[in-house]
Nanobody
Framework: QVQLVESGGGSVQAGGSLRLSCTAS????????MGWFRQAPGKEREGVAT????????YYADSVKGRFTLSQGIAKKLMYLQMNSLKPEDTAMYYC???????????????????WGQGTQVTVSS
């Protein structure tokens, strides 16, 4: 069992920045893939950025490319999402997720991720 804890959400004005953090309770095969998803009210959960924790470049949703950066800590169970140039449409609950294999060829779909954090709210005002 892997537990994920997010932090760093908040409220900012458009154009501002936030940094989200995710800490996994352990680094195992189940955390081969870690990533960030978001869900706005009335919308489906969507992938934002994911990474194969064994090495490689992150995958990003087109809507955040060039603005968001996913990185890992020295301890591979740490993951960050630097969000710059935030837009009102980025407003959502952001979730950290982990799974064994869903990120090998892309973001992966939410059902492919096994473990989820409780979420952290990001609100961007215009």
């Amino acid at each position: 069992q892997v537990q994920l804890v997010e932090s760093g959400g908040g409220s900012v004005q458009a154009g501002g920045s936030l940094r989200l953090s995710c800490t996994a309770s352990s680094y195992t095969y189940s955390t081969n893939c870690m990533g960030w998803f978001r869900q706005a009210p009335g919308k489906e959960r969507e992938g934002v950025a994911t990474i194969y924790t064994g090495g490689g470049s992150p995958y990003y949703a087109d809507s955040v490319k060039g603005r968001f950066t996913l990185s890992q800590g020295i301890a591979k169970k740490l993951m960050y999402l630097q969000m710059n140039s935030l837009k009102p449409e980025d407003t959502a609950m952001y979730y950290c997720a982990a799974g064994s294999t869903p990120c090998y060829a892309g973001l992966g779909a939410p059902p492919e991720y096994t473990y989820w954090g409780q979420g952290t709210q990001v609100t961007v005002s215009s």
